[in-house]
T-cell receptor, first 114, second 115 residues
Framework: KAGVTQTPRYLIKTRGQQVTLSCSPISGHRSVSWYQQTPGQGLQFLFE???????NKGNFPGRFSGRQFSNSRSEMNVSTLELGDSALYLCASLTSGKETDTQYFGPGTRLTVL | AQSVAQPEDQVNVAEGNPLTVKCTYS??????LFWYVQYPNRGLQFLLKYITGDNLVKGSYGFEAEFNKSQTSFHLKKPSALVSDSALYFCAVRDYTSGTYKYIFGTGTRLKVLA
């Protein structure tokens, strides 16, 4: 089975722009979670989508949003970028079957905001 | 709310020596605990998990972890470290609050294995 894929792997944007990141979960996995990883804050949970619905949300401003499509692929959008949004954005997929408790991560998208 | 703590930012160990990366947790109820490893410019890779049962859990790449309920710890161990084990290690707990699950990660411990 193919693993979790994320595109693009690297992005450079300037302040005020917006960005969209994409995540394709492992085939058959219906849950996708997004995390922000920074050296100072570690992994911070952004949100989780399951069957096209946001099931859970972390403590991030409304500039961070997401959605999930019927094929379980998910996108994350950040509007009005700030310097502090520079981070590695990770997505993780989770099956709804027997192994419902283990998240599998993609390689991440490294976002740099200038 | 549940939480995990990784008290060491960095652990140095000589190649061939045993290694331990520490993790303590705070939960209500029975914990679901996980260890992940992250290599440079990569995502997190699942190593092992504890759900229930045997307190010693074996995982990938020769790693194991010991669940200790009385000490609320879930330390990661390996009998003989390799230079290639050098990476960032994360402990995580699954939190169940208000009818939904969240995964809470520790701050990470950087392991350096010295040749």
């Amino acid at each position: 089975k193919a693993g979790v894929t994320q595109t693009p792997r690297y992005l450079i944007k300037t302040r005020g722009q917006q960005v969209t990141l994409s995540c394709s979960p492992i085939s058959g996995h219906r849950s996708v979670s997004w995390y922000q990883q920074t050296p100072g804050q570690g992994l911070q949970f952004l949100f989780e989508y399951f069957s096209e619905t946001q099931r859970n949300k972390g403590n991030f401003p409304g500039r961070f949003s997401g959605r999930q499509f019927s094929n379980s692929r998910s996108e994350m959008n950040v509007s009005t970028l700030e310097l502090g949004d520079s981070a590695l954005y990770l997505c993780a997929s989770l099956t709804s079957g027997k192994e419902t408790d283990t998240q599998y991560f993609g390689p991440g998208t490294r976002l740099t905001v200038l | 709310a549940q939480s995990v703590a990784q008290p060491e930012d960095q652990v140095n160990v000589a190649e061939g020596n045993p290694l331990t990366v520490k993790c303590t947790y705070s939960v209500s109820g029975n914990p679901y605990l996980f260890w992940y490893v992250q290599y440079p410019n990569r995502g997190l890779q699942f190593l092992l998990k504890y759900i229930t049962g045997d307190n010693l859990v074996k995982g990938s790449y020769g790693f194991e972890a010991e669940f200790n309920k009385s000490q609320t710890s879930f330390h990661l161990k390996k009998p003989s470290a390799l230079v290639s084990d050098s990476a960032l290690y994360f402990c995580a707990v699954r939190d169940y609050t208000s009818g939904t699950y969240k995964y809470i990660f520790g701050t990470g411990t950087r392991l350096k294995v010295l040749a």
